[in-house]
């Protein structure tokens, strides 16, 4: 029996990649809001509590900065994900 696979278009995984409009930047709001729904579950609630301040606290400080840095890099580059390491 013929492998029904090798007479496919050959299609690729990412042929169309060019063609798609990128994903939006979501807002830091929204991201830190997803962030502690998915958190909520696994903390009791003075963990829960804890996680709460240090998002606000990251939301009103270096957040907003590296959000900002976030947005910059989306203006240039397709795939704006990236990592930032902060040294203490």
């Known amino acids: 029996m013929e492998n029904q696979l090798t007479k496919s278009n050959e299609e690729r995984t990412f ?6 409009p990128s994903l939006p930047v979501p807002s830091l709001e929204e991201s830190l809001k997803k962030y502690l729904e998915s958190v909520k579950p ?6 829960y509590k804890k996680t709460e301040e240090i998002v606000h606290k990251f939301q009103s400080g270096i957040g907003k900065k590296l959000h900002q840095k976030l947005l910059e890099r989306a203006k240039g580059k397709r795939n704006w994900v ?6 203490k």
């Open 42 to 47: 696994f903390a009791n609630e003075e963990e």
């Open 15 to 20: 042929q169309y990649q060019d063609s798609l």
């Open 82 to 87: 990236f990592v930032v390491i902060i040294e």
